[in-house]
């Protein structure tokens, strides 16, 4: 799979834009990172894959990827009910000296 088929959308989101902000520093047991930036990738990326992907697109330093599988919700218009796709989605937390500009 191509890195650049990897990653299909940033989410932004009231909640996603407050965790990019956040930056810890560092502690004698922890080591400091900077913000979370969440994504929608693809359904068959691996944390890896996804790590890869953020690190050759956006030039940074990934410390750690936490992934969800988003399962899609059943809609109904008119007389007929459908569901909407189901998809994943990748919180990628950045090393301290790290940012991403998605705005």
Not at 49 to 58: G, L, W
Not at 62 to 89: I, L
Request: hydrophobic fraction near 35%; aromatic fraction near 8%; charged fraction near 30%.
């Amino acid at each position: 799979m191509d890195v650049y088929h990897i990653i299909k959308r940033p989410l932004v989101t009231e909640k996603g834009t407050h965790q990019t902000t956040q930056s810890f520093p560092a502690t004698r047991s922890q080591p400091g990172r900077g913000g979370a930036y969440a994504f929608e990738v693809h359904p068959d990326a691996s944390k890896p894959m996804i790590k890869r992907a953020v690190e050759v697109i956006y030039n940074v330093k990934v410390a750690s990827v936490r992934t969800a599988n988003r399962r899609g919700k059943t809609r109904r218009v008119r007389y007929k009910v459908g569901k909407t796709r189901d998809w994943k989605k990748a919180v990628v937390v950045l090393s301290a000296d790290c940012h991403i500009d998605l705005f």
